[in-house]
């Protein structure tokens, strides 16, 4: 079932404008109007008009409707995109979030018109806190990214509260790219930490790095290779030993709903990506969600405003003079909320712990499919995803690169490629737990047959894609050469 | 095996120091630019600036990821190579010759003897490679 791509549509909707064409017509100002001219200062006021594209309604339909035909997505096939989570979206979340109650409040409307939205993000937040063991959460952060920003940020104004000015923060070298930006963006010297070769931190080398210089420790768990930290209990533990504060990065939280909490295991703060775990949508069709939860400890830092529950009634409470402030419009991506507590409530406990194992199960049923025709990077069992290498393949001239490729031939979205930076040449796989035995079977075939094709075939790899709309992409020149900005041609 | 030449010095994080006079030029190994595939972007420090013995230095990105550069030694950059904000490529084409990055005045003579002679690092490479 390869995925056939309608031809290739590659129009600008700027290349469409016409001068004069408009897609709307405004009716008759029933106000006097106003000349700009007279009201600004000459240098506000621009000489020339905005290079806007001139179309016409249809005109737009039908060209993203094109474009739209050449998705490639979760809703149109397997997308095993490692660290994603890239799940099926339940439709009940868009139901949920189209509620007029919710879809058209105004977000400056007065706290007591808003009391069911206020209600829900009250109840999400205790719901996340529950699920990660912790004992406050802020909504706001719109990313996982903000969200580690936000961690770190509390983390900062609760060593400085009690005069400590620690400038170090460690992290692993298996460690998610953002890691160390928003630590670095926060302020802090990233110290990185080596893993252990089998992807778990060095513990003793973990303990020589420990000193009353360090903020915090920051790790994912699982790690980036989908393995259990064994002796997270112990790490965080010594970290708290010194002092330093522990933040775990949740993009992996999908492998241990139900059945370990952050908070259980010594974390004082740890961010949710509602759009990977809670099944908020993700990529184009987001925006994103960050929550963080904290420790008590860290709860008088929490981004304001904080929502507050008196009795039946609901408020937003800005008077927090340890809060780190606001670092997000108005009170966060407010649609992925909604989204992300239908999710929650129709699942249940039962349900939510049904999630983890399943999505363990499917790792771990690619991961011993595949054992025999790629190298796995740790041996198994995984969590809720798993790391083949293709060095095998690489010894005969075929890349991870040409095997992402050439799986889009085969109908399926790639791996993540060359992630975690610590394995050669790595796929990594994440079914997650909504994809049938089926979907993953066809997934293996199709991994086992690129294995075969390098030994016999190896041009039909270099040569892929195919059958999509474009053809292999240049990605040096793309990052050597990028061509960002259209301009308007004579 | 990657070229590992004799004349050099080199770092567990893949880069390599050439004495020449009282300076020392540095850039990354064969090996490195291999792994990193086509290098698009290097960051490098400013003439003047401090740089210290496994401390990042700068910045080399690929299009596969983006790496930290590590000084071998420690001391004041006194030169940069400028021709790879606009030709990064020659990271790839000539790593130990125009592929240079800077040129380091060392404050600390003895660092230089702690870096990996071309045996060692060739150990170390095959080390890595199982």
Redesign the interface.
Known sequence: MAHTAAAAYDKLIFELSSPGRVAWSLADADVPEADARKLLPEKHLRKDAPALPEVSEFDVVRHYSRLSRMNYGVDTHFYPLGSCTMKYNPRINEDMARLPGFARLHPLAAETLAQGALELMHALAWDLAEIAGMDAVSLQPAAGAQGEFTGVLMIRAYHLSRGEKRTKVLIPDSAH?TNPASTAIAGYEVV?VKSLPNGEVDVNALARTLDTDVAAFMITVPNTLGMFEPRIVEITELCHAKGVQVYMDGANLNAILGITRPGDLGFDVCHFNLHKTFTTPHGGGGPGAGPVGVKAHLEPFLPVPVVTKDGDAYALDWKRPKSIGKLQAFWGNFGMLVRAYTYIRTMGPDGLRAVSDNAILNANYIMKRLEKDYDVAVPGPCMHECVVSARRQKKLGVTATDIAKRLLDLGFYAPST?FP?IV?EALMIEPTETEAKETLDQFCDAMIQIARETEANAAVIHDAPLTTPVRRLD??KA??EPDLRWSRRP | MANVPKDLKYTREHEWAKQEGDRVRVGITAYAQEQLGDVVFVELPKVGAKVTASKNFGVVESVKAVSDLFAPVSGEVVEINGELSQKPETVNQDTYGRGWMIVVKPSNGGEWDQLLTPQQYEEFLAQAAH
């Open positions: 790219g990185e060359y930076l050669e990605q040096t990052a050597r």
